[in-house]
């Protein structure tokens, strides 16, 4: 989306028509309390930019014209956060801004990214747009995006399922639980910009590697770990940037020395997505026991949130994505933190199931400017049960 960042921006956008209202942009000269709250509302479906401190002017011919008028901007900040707080249910995270003009006067810009959680209310109503206006959003509206809310919370599900149907290593077969993540954008992504990329073998590993020390130095070295991921093989719906094993673990018979417990495939997909396979989600402690290792999850989630910021500015794409983790084979087994800390953890804190499943809806936005909370959101429920929260979230954060 366009972005105004000063005065001859915003002159200059209205005189080539780059600046002009929209389904994703809304201007008014000054702003009531319980307009910016209606605007702001109405923007989280989609996602969208308001301007305070333009004006629509009416022309003799019955047209309209947009024309800067700037406003006193002091304190304008503090009242634009206030309201997207209080005033609006739930909470509305937005980012204000103030282009200077001279003797405290400006414009206010405020960005309000697609929200997970929309449509949101203001004033007892729930506020949607048209092509270029807000509207309160009629009773089968609402119903219509609450639907498309529990519907994205599902893709996540057959995402991870879809995941874990195409591990190479068949349930029966396994010695280890192993670890899915997923990532997927929600709105269509530039597939002439994805294509681009996974054509590109030098940017592909450059790409991967990248996420190797996005993780705290504690965590950074649980293997396997991205820059052994070398091998970049065409799939049906995709690239995938594998390990030794991971290839071996796709070869019958699989050839000598493959390890299950190394394995490493990250896939990026036609979609724009990303889908990770991580052989390591239990291992052996003692030939009678096995630990889960749950800081490899949390390093992973990390990395996840990382990359795929980095494919939302790569692929020029603002608006929502699901994400996912799913760890099997883990019942009955406690935390790898409690074989290296046993006196910390009393008594014992074991996994209740066999699979532990999350799945997130998050804004571009979002993960650019707080990924620890996508990353709190994928394993938090993991180690409050492992007792292990303390450990790990304090690493990430």
């Keep these: 989306m366009w972005q105004p960042a000063s005065e001859a921006d915003i002159v200059e956008g209205i005189r080539s028509g780059a600046l002009s209202e929209s389904h994703y942009v809304e201007v008014k000269e000054q702003a009531r309390n319980e307009q910016i709250a209606q605007t702001l509302a109405s923007f989280a479906i989609d996602g969208g930019m308001f301007i305070i401190g333009i004006a629509e002017v009416k022309a003799g011919n019955g047209s309209k014209r947009l024309v800067p008028k700037p406003l006193a901007v002091e304190g304008m900040i503090e009242r634009v956060d206030g309201i997207s707080r209080n005033a609006i249910e739930p909470p509305l995270p937005v980012t204000t801004r103030v282009i200077q003009v001279g003797d405290g006067t400006g414009f206010v810009v405020v960005t309000v990214p697609p929200s997970p959680l929309a449509p949101h209310m203001t004033g007892s109503k729930y506020y949607g747009r048209g092509d270029a206006s807000k509207h309160a959003l009629s009773d089968a509206e609402v119903l219509r995006h609450h639907q498309r809310r529990r519907e994205q919370a599902d ?88 390990n030794n094993d991971a290839d071996g673990a796709t070869q019958v018979p699989r050839p000598p020395g493959f390890d299950e417990k190394s394995i490493l495939d990250v896939q990026l997909l036609e979609s724009g997505g990303i889908r990770i396979l991580i052989g390591r989600g239990t291992t052996r402690w003692t030939p009678e026991e096995s630990i889960i290792c749950d800081g490899l999850a949390v390093a992973y989630a990390q990395r996840l949130t990382f990359w795929t910021s980095t494919l939302s500015e790569r692929y020029g794409y603002r608006s929502l994505w699901t994400l996912g983790l799913r760890i099997n084979g883990v019942k009955g087994l406690r935390s790898h933190m409690m074989m290296d800390d046993w006196s910390s953890f009393e008594p014992p804190r074991t996994m209740p199931s066999d699979v532990y499943s999350r799945t997130i809806t998050v804004s571009a936005d979002a993960l650019e400017s707080s990924p620890e909370d996508a990353v709190e959101s994928l394993v938090g429920r993991l180690l409050k049960m492992l007792g292990t929260t303390q450990h790990h979230l304090g690493n990430v954060r």
């Design 155 to 242: 893709l996540g599900i057959r995402l991870l399922d879809i995941a874990e149907a195409s591990d190479s290593i068949h349930p029966s077969e396994r010695e280890y639980g192993h670890i899915y993540l997923i990532a997927e954008p929600l709105m269509p992504v530039n597939g002439t910009l994805v294509e681009q990329f996974m054509d590109n073998n030098e940017a592909l590993l450059n790409f991967l590697v990248s996420g190797h020390n996005k993780c705290k130095p504690n965590l950074v070295d649980f293997y396997p770990t991205p820059q052994y991921a070398t091998r970049i093989k065409h799939r049906e719906l995709g690239v995938s940037m594998m």
